[in-house]
Nanobody, 120 residues
Framework: QVQLVESGGGSVQAGGSLRLSCAAS????????MAWFRQAEGNERERVAR????????VYADSVKGRFTISQDNTKNTLTLEMNSLKPDDTRMYYC?????????????WGQGTQVTVSS
């Protein structure tokens, strides 16, 4: 079992920045991949960014490319999402996810989410 706890959400004006963190604890393995997702109430969950923990490869949604950066700190078991040039459309609940093993990218574990609100 892996527990994920997000933090760093809040309210910011358009153009501002926020830094989300996801602290992982529990089973001592390196997840094959981790990711940040977001979801607005009533809408489908959207993947924002993913990182493969072995080689550090990253992929971003087109809507956040050039503005958001995903990174990992393996020594602290922490996943981070740096969000810059925030827009009102970025207002969502943000979740981190981790694979259930070191061999497959399956987003098995999820945190409870942290709210990001961007005002115009």
């Amino acid at each position: 079992q892996v527990q994920l706890v997000e933090s760093g959400g809040g309210s910011v004006q358009a153009g501002g920045s926020l830094r989300l963190s996801c602290a992982a604890s529990g089973d001592t393995y390196r997840p094959y991949c981790m990711a940040w997702f977001r979801q607005a109430e009533g809408n489908e969950r959207e993947r924002v960014a993913r990182i493969w923990t072995g080689n550090g490869a990253k992929v971003y949604a087109d809507s956040v490319k050039g503005r958001f950066t995903i990174s990992q700190d393996n020594t602290k078991n922490t996943l981070t999402l740096e969000m810059n040039s925030l827009k009102p459309d970025d207002t969502r609940m943000y979740y981190c996810a981790a694979a259930g093993s070191d061999m497959r990218c399956d987003d098995k574990y999820w945190g409870q989410g942290t709210q990001v609100t961007v005002s115009s």
